[in-house]
């Protein structure tokens, strides 16, 4: 059964610094991999989404990698804003099956 | 072009009643996912339906729980019996059906029973 976890749980760092999420996975037989951003109370926003065959994507200041064959995927955050304050969750969609499976997220808090 | 939308926000409800959710999907998608996020947890798939059609509800609570999605109108999640542990947000998704594209979220439905 497919696992995912992140570390660490929170996350505190000061505005500006440059910041890496973990998220890991049990099972490597998936379709992609996708990073949500989840504000309090609100619903999910799509960050990045990378396909299997991909290595890596990146938008604005946030760059995803993906090594399938250890189970592994980072967030990268550069130059980080208040703004940036929220749940972080990723979430693979497992070879043969629709839906995702979610780890539980990190908590990041962006200190101004 | 909007986005996935979900209502009510919030529902309220006693013990013994039924809620309905509603999900209307981005434009053109047509595959619909159910989630469940439970308090301090994570979220939980529930169910995948296409047009008419249950594909996946292996994540669906056996009793009281049922979904839908019409050919015409919303996708509907419905529980009956509402009891205090099925408080938790609902989060709807659609995506344009293929696996490995990109599914977007609904801003969910926070049921509160009392």
């Known amino acids: 059964k497919q696992e995912v976890t992140q570390i660490p749980a929170a996350l505190s760092v000061p505005e500006g610094e440059n910041l890496v999420l973990n998220c890991s996975f049990t099972?490597?037989?998936?379709?992609?991999l996708q990073w949500f951003r989840q504000d309090p109370g609100k619903g999910l926003t799509s960050l990045l989404l990378?396909?299997?065959?991909?290595r890596e994507q990146t938008s604005g200041r946030l760059n995803a990698s993906l090594d399938k064959s250890s189970g592994r995927s980072t967030l990268y955050i550069a130059a980080s804003q208040p703004g940036d304050s929220a749940t972080y969750l990723c979430?693979?969609?497992?070879?043969?099956?629709?839906?995702?499976?979610f780890g539980t997220g990190t908590r990041l808090t962006v200190i101004p | 072009n909007a986005g996935v939308m979900q209502n009510p926000r919030h529902l309220v409800r006693r013990r013994g009643q039924e809620a309905r959710l509603r999900c209307s999907p981005m434009?053109?998608?047509?595959?619909v996912y159910w989630y469940r996020q439970l308090p301090e947890e994570g979220l939980k798939f529930m169910v995948y339906?296409?047009?008419?059609?249950?594909?996946?509800e292996s994540g669906m609570p056996k009793e009281r729980f049922s979904a839908e999605f019409p050919k015409e109108g919303p996708s509907i999640l419905r529980i009956q019996q509402v009891v205090r542990g099925d408080s938790a947000a609902y989060f709807c998704?659609?995506?344009?059906?293929?696996?490995?594209?990109?599914?977007?979220f609904g801003q969910g439905t926070r049921l509160t029973v009392v």
């Open positions: 998704a659609s995506s344009g059906g293929q696996r490995g594209t990109e599914a977007f």
């Open positions: 099972d490597s037989a998936i379709y992609n």
């Open positions: 990378i396909q299997s065959s991909q």
């Open positions: 979430a693979v969609v497992q070879t043969g099956a629709n839906n995702l499976f």
């Open positions: 434009k053109g998608h047509s595959h």
């Open positions: 339906l296409q047009k008419e059609n249950i594909i996946d």
